[in-house]
């Protein structure tokens, strides 16, 4: 097992163009989320799927981003018309069993810096 | 809504010393889970430890053991015999249990920056 796996591990764009990231979550998680960090915080959530329905979303995910898990397996999170306060890393985790025993397995994030 | 907080925005510790990391939490609920991570340079986020609000017991894992004080809302991280690989920034979370279609998001803290000297 190659643990979560995040494509692109850096990302720089001019403002106004669109990104999507990728993530792989370790295989037969059925749980996957998506963090943003920024430099001196601490990870703030994005949203969260259990297989391909997304069921919750952060009021941090303006309309200007989307995610998808389609089949449940890989997800993509897309930002349209990128904004310099989009810098950030952001952050795939999956999980699976039972919330009780829940333990989030970490990519090592995308980097995107917006110019 | 529930809020983390690490007041210690760095640490230092000396090699084989003892050191404790603070976290205090505000919740309105009786039952959640904490959480430290460690964030090393690489970014990963790996998990150190995890606590059951419901169990009054103090979770430990090897060199890592927690002061959990329910009432006081403290989560505290003692790291025992420091290493030099435990140089990490340190970010306390909590999460709610879930009952009743509760969030399944964890909530972090700001972080410590914990460095080891030689």
């Known amino acids: 097992d190659t643990g979560v796996s995040q494509d692109p591990r850096h990302k720089i764009t001019k403002r106004g163009q669109n990104v999507t990231f990728r993530c792989d979550p370790i295989s037969e998680h059925n749980r996957l989320y998506w963090y943003r960090q920024t430099l001196g915080q601490g990870p703030e959530f994005l949203t969260y799927f259990q297989n391909e329905a997304q069921l919750e979303k952060s009021r941090l995910l303006s309309d200007r981003f989307s995610a998808e898990r389609p089949k449940g397996s890989f997800s993509t999170l897309e930002i349209q018309r990128t904004e310099q306060g989009d810098s950030a890393m952001y952050l795939c985790?999956?999980?699976?069993?039972?919330?009780?025993?829940?333990?989030?397995?970490f990519g090592s994030g995308t980097q995107l810096s917006v110019l | 809504a529930q809020t983390v907080t690490q007041s210690q925005p760095e640490m230092s510790v000396q090699e084989a010393e003892t050191v404790t990391l603070s976290c205090t939490y505000d919740?309105?609920?009786?039952?959640?889970?904490l959480f430290w991570y460690k964030q090393p340079p690489s970014r990963q986020m790996i998990l150190v430890i995890r606590?059951?609000?419901?169990?009054?017991q103090n979770a430990t894992e090897n060199r890592f053991s927690v002061n959990f004080q329910k009432a006081a809302k403290s989560f505290s991280l003692k790291i025992s015999d420091s290493q030099l690989g435990d140089a990490a920034m340190y970010f306390c979370a909590y999460r709610s249990a879930g009952y009743g279609g509760a969030t399944n998001k964890l909530i972090f803290g700001t972080g410590t920056l914990l460095a080891v000297q030689p």
């Open positions: 919740t309105s609920e009786s039952d959640y889970y």
């Open positions: 985790a999956s999980s699976s069993g039972d919330r009780a025993n829940e333990k989030l397995f």
């Open positions: 606590q059951e609000a419901y169990k009054q």
